[in-house]
C-alpha cells in the first residue's frame, strides 16, 4: 500500500539532503515532501500520524546536521510559495509564513522603515526554524516581537497561539505542535537609516568574529547560565582541534567547520569530544543547539 497514494506530486523517495543543509553533508529521507497547500498538508500530516511514520520539518538547514545513514520516515519542506509569504498590514503587523527567509524579511523591514528584527541581521534560517529555537544572538531574538503564531497537531488540525501563552526562552519555546504555519510580528515605524546602520554594525561584528563563508551550521552549543560555550572552548585549547574533516573554527570556538572530505560522524564524534573535555575541566555539561538527525 502506498502511504501516500494520490499525493505523488509532492512526494519524493531516498531523497539526498545534504544539498539542503549548510554543512552539504548526510545521507537521504526516506520521503521528501513539499505541499503546495495548507489542505495537502494536513493530509500528508494525517497520513503521517495513521501510518506511525515519523515526521521533520526541514527549513534553511543553516542550524542541522543530518546522520550519513540518513533518516527514516517523513522529510516535510515548506517550499512552495503559499507557505513562503511576508504580509505587511497596518500599524506596523507583519504575518511572516514558515518557509519564509529571515534574511531577505529583516532586510525587507528595513527598506520599508519597520524597526524589530534588525537585531536579527545575519542569522540565516526560515522564519519556522527560528521561532521553533527562539533564534537570536548578542543583539536580541525573535521571540521579543512574535505575538501570535498559527501552528498544525499531528492530526492536521489548525490552531493558534498567542502570548502570553506563547513563551519564548533562551533557544528555545513552549511550542510543542510539530508544524509552525505562520507568525504575527508586532513591528515598530522607524528611520531606515537608522536600522540600516544597525544591520551593519551587527554585520561587521559577525565579520570580524565568527568564520563566515565556511562550511558550518552556527553555535554548536548553546551557552550554558552566565557563561560563554566559545570562550570555555578557547579556554580548553581546543580551537583548531580536528577529528577526521571536521575542526573546530580558530576564529570562533564555537563553530565546528567541515572541511572537503568531512562527514556526519566527524561532526558528531567532534562535539562530543569537546562536551567530555568541557565536563573533565570545568564540570559543565554542554548542550546542543544543533538539531541533529539520525
Known amino acids: 500500500m502506498n502511504i501516500f497514494s494520490g499525493l505523488e506530486s509532492i512526494v519524493e523517495t531516498d531523497y539526498r539532503l545534504a544539498p539542503h543543509t549548510w554543512y552539504g553533508i548526510g545521507g537521504p529521507a526516506e520521503f521528501f515532501i513539499c505541499p503546495e497547500t495548507i489542505e495537502q498538508l494536513s493530509e500528508v500530516v494525517k497520513r503521517c500520524t495513521e501510518n506511525e511514520l515519523p515526521v521533520r520539518v526541514l527549513g534553511f538547514g543553516s542550524n542541522l546536521l543530518v546522520s550519513d545513514q540518513g533518516v527514516k520516515g517523513a522529510v516535510i519542506k515548506f517550499d512552495a510559495p503559499p507557505f513562503k509569504q511576508s504580509e505587511f498590514g497596518e500599524d506596523g503587523e507583519l504575518t511572516a509564513w514558515a518557509g519564509a527567509d529571515l534574511g531577505a524579511l529583516v532586510l525587507d523591514c528595513v527598506k520599508r522603515g519597520y524597526g524589530g528584527l534588525e537585531t536579527l541581521s545575519g542569522i540565516p534560517g526560515s522564519v519556522g526554524g527560528a521561532i521553533r529555537m527562539n533564534a537570536g544572538g548578542n543583539f536580541g531574538d525573535l521571540g521579543s516581537v512574535v505575538e501570535e503564531v498559527t501552528l498544525m497537531d499531528n492530526q492536521g488540525g489548525v490552531f493558534t497561539k498567542v502570548k502570553p501563552e506563547l513563551v519564548f526562552d533562551y533557544r528555545s519555546t513552549n511550542i510543542t505542535a510539530r508544524f509552525i504555519l505562520n507568525a504575527k510580528i508586532k513591528l515598530v ?23 563566515l563563508n565556511t ?17 570555555m572552548i578557547d579556554r580548553a585549547g581546543l580551537k583548531g582541534l580536528a577529528v577526521g574533516g571536521a575542526r573546530v ?8 567547520l567541515a572541511d572537503t572530505d568531512c562527514q556526519s560522524a566527524d561532526v558528531e564524534r567532534l562535539v562530543e569530544v569537546i562536551r567530555e573535555r568541557i565536563r573533565e575541566q570545568f564540570n559543565v555539561e554542554l548542550e546542543t543547539e544543533i538539531e541533529i538527525w539520525k
Open 249 to 256: 573554527s580558530d576564529k570562533h570556538a564555537n563553530f565546528i
Open 215 to 231: 562550511r558550518n551550521c552556527g553555535c554548536i552549543f548553546k551557552n550554558p547560565p552566565g557563561q560563554s560555550a566559545g570562550a
Open 189 to 211: 515605524p522607524s528611520d531606515p537609516d537608522q536600522i540600516m546602520r544597525t544591520v551593519q554594525e551587527i554585520w561587521i561584528h559577525k565579520k570580524n568574529n565568527q568564520p
